[in-house]
């Protein structure tokens, strides 16, 4: 959330009604407001006409979270991604629960996970692929993707010296994925 500029409560986030905690959380954490948006039943996925009132009621939106529940995406996935290049807002993805899933979108099917600014996965142990803890970031602007690497590697300063690796430009947060232990 901080890469994509959410700092403040000012900042809205919309977010799904109907998915895990950590999309909220997330959004608070980095200092911002979660708006819970309706989901359709048929999907469980963000409700276009939810998002269009939403956004009509709340003018401090700068984002939204999108988030497939089991596997199935939102049934008006690429509306709400026209809507968002269209009022010049960000679209996040949180595709956990989507590992090779995909939508129709102007009659090609299109992987979940590669349509927003910016997607995330989780590797957690229930997750459908866990390999314990931690996750991935994807997005197709290496230097948003640079900047969320940034932040989760504890925001230290870019710069030549042994010590300039203890220096740090902000408060970041230590969310690397831990290794793994090799075999024996």
């Known amino acids: 959330m901080k890469a994509l500029g959410v700092s403040d409560p000012s900042h809205h986030v919309m977010v799904p009604a109907f998915t895990c905690a950590a999309c909220a959380d ?53 509306a709400i991604q026209a809507l968002c290049k269209e009022k010049g807002l960000w679209l996040c993805e949180d595709a956990c629960e989507s590992y090779g899933a995909s939508c129709n979108v102007r009659g090609f099917r299109v992987p979940v996970g590669s349509m927003a600014t910016l997607s995330v996965v ?31 590697s504890r925001a230290p300063c870019r710069g030549v010296g042994l010590w300039r690796v203890y220096e740090h430009d902000a408060v970041g947060q230590n969310f690397r994925m831990p290794e793994m232990p090799h075999p024996q």
């Open 26 to 78: 997330a959004i608070i954490h980095a200092g911002g407001r979660p708006i819970p948006i309706d989901c359709d039943l048929d999907s469980y996925g963000l409700s276009l006409e939810a998002v269009k009132s939403g956004l009509e009621a709340n003018k401090g939106v700068v984002g939204i979270v999108i988030a497939p529940c089991y596997g199935v995406p939102a049934r008006d996935f690429a």
């Open 122 to 152: 989780s590797v957690r142990s229930e997750k459908m692929i866990g390999v314990g803890e931690g996750g991935a970031i994807l997005g197709n602007d290496a230097t948003l993707v640079a900047r969320a690497k940034w932040w989760c």
